[in-house]
């Protein structure tokens, strides 16, 4: 599309980011595709911008990669995950927490508000788009270890609320933990305070599907279905 560079920006927790980056051929791939990559977890403090989101549930705000805050266009990766550390799921909303040095999981991790603070990290910024890769799953566990599924299914759009109702509803397919099967998906607290802060559509049947086969159709019945729930 014309962009005169690329850069991969990521923070991994709680594995080494480096040795992810290693683990799963970034190195190799930045040399071959030519772009750059950017560990944040070795950017210094100068590097990151404090942000206080008016009404949020972090103590004194929290620290941003400044790197997002002057991209000209962003786009977000994620997977289709578990989380066993509080979160209940990893989607797009959870994914943000990357953006944030790791110094501050510790009031992530220890506040009763975990879930809405992490949709809070997204209201200092927004993807142009966002790709989530379901075609292996984790349905427990996660974020690292957990028991893997096959989906067989990437979703993309340019909404985050959507795109993590729709991840919710396609763990529920595949038979899932408790915390995530429990209760309508737009009252799961990531996604509800995510809709609070306007970040993107308010109710399921605002979702707009796109597909390509008739595979994919027959999906989005079943998505609609646990939608409706």
């Given at each position: 599309?014309?962009?005169?560079?690329?850069t991969?920006?990521?923070?991994?927790?709680?594995?080494?980011?480096?040795?992810?980056?290693?683990?799963?051929?970034?190195?190799?791939?930045?040399?071959?595709?030519?772009?750059k990559?950017?560990?944040?977890?070795?950017?210094?403090?100068?590097?990151?911008?404090?942000?206080?989101?008016?009404?949020?549930?972090?103590?004194?705000?929290?620290?941003?990669?400044?790197?997002?805050?002057?991209?000209e266009?962003?786009v977000?990766?994620?997977?289709?995950?578990?989380?066993?550390y509080?979160g209940?799921?990893?989607?797009?909303?959870?994914?943000?927490?990357?953006?944030?040095?790791?110094?501050?999981?510790?009031?992530?991790?220890?506040?009763?508000?975990q879930?809405?603070?992490?949709?809070?990290?997204?209201s200092?910024?927004?993807?142009?788009?966002i790709i989530?890769?379901?075609?292996?799953?984790?349905?427990d566990?996660g974020?690292?270890h957990?028991?893997?599924?096959?989906?067989?299914?990437?979703?993309?759009?340019?909404?985050?609320?959507?795109?993590?109702?729709?991840?919710?509803?396609?763990?529920?397919?595949?038979?899932?933990?408790?915390e995530?099967?429990?209760?309508?998906?737009?009252e799961?607290?990531?996604?509800?305070?995510?809709?609070?802060?306007?970040?993107?559509i308010?109710?399921?049947?605002?979702?707009?599907?796109?597909?390509?086969?008739?595979?994919?159709?027959?999906?989005?019945?079943?998505?609609k279905e646990?939608?409706?729930?």
């Amino acid at each position: 599309m014309g962009a005169k560079s690329i850069t991969v920006a990521e923070r991994s927790g709680p594995a080494n980011t480096a040795e992810v980056f290693e683990e799963k051929g970034l190195f190799t791939l930045a040399q071959e595709l030519d772009f750059k990559i950017v560990n944040l977890s070795d950017v210094p403090k100068e590097e990151f911008v404090l942000k206080k989101p008016k009404d949020c549930h972090w103590k004194e705000g929290f620290l941003f990669a400044k790197i997002y805050d002057d991209a000209e266009c962003i786009v977000e990766t994620c997977c289709l995950k578990t989380h066993m550390y509080g979160g209940h799921f990893t989607l797009s909303l959870k994914n943000a927490v990357g953006l944030v040095p790791r110094e501050y999981m510790d009031e992530l991790h220890s506040s009763r508000h975990q879930r809405k603070m992490i949709a809070e990290i997204n209201s200092v910024f927004k993807p142009d788009l966002i790709i989530m890769d379901g075609v292996i799953t984790f349905v427990d566990g996660g974020p690292m270890h957990g028991t893997r599924e096959e989906a067989n299914v990437f979703v993309a759009g340019t909404d985050k609320v959507a795109i993590d109702a729709v991840g919710v509803a396609l763990l529920r397919i595949r038979g899932t933990t408790p915390e995530v099967t429990n209760g309508s998906i737009f009252e799961q607290e990531q996604i509800k305070r995510a809709v609070e802060l306007s970040l993107g559509i308010t109710i399921p049947n605002e979702i707009e599907f796109i597909t390509d086969s008739e595979e994919a159709e027959n999906l989005v019945v079943q998505i609609k279905e646990k939608l409706a729930e």
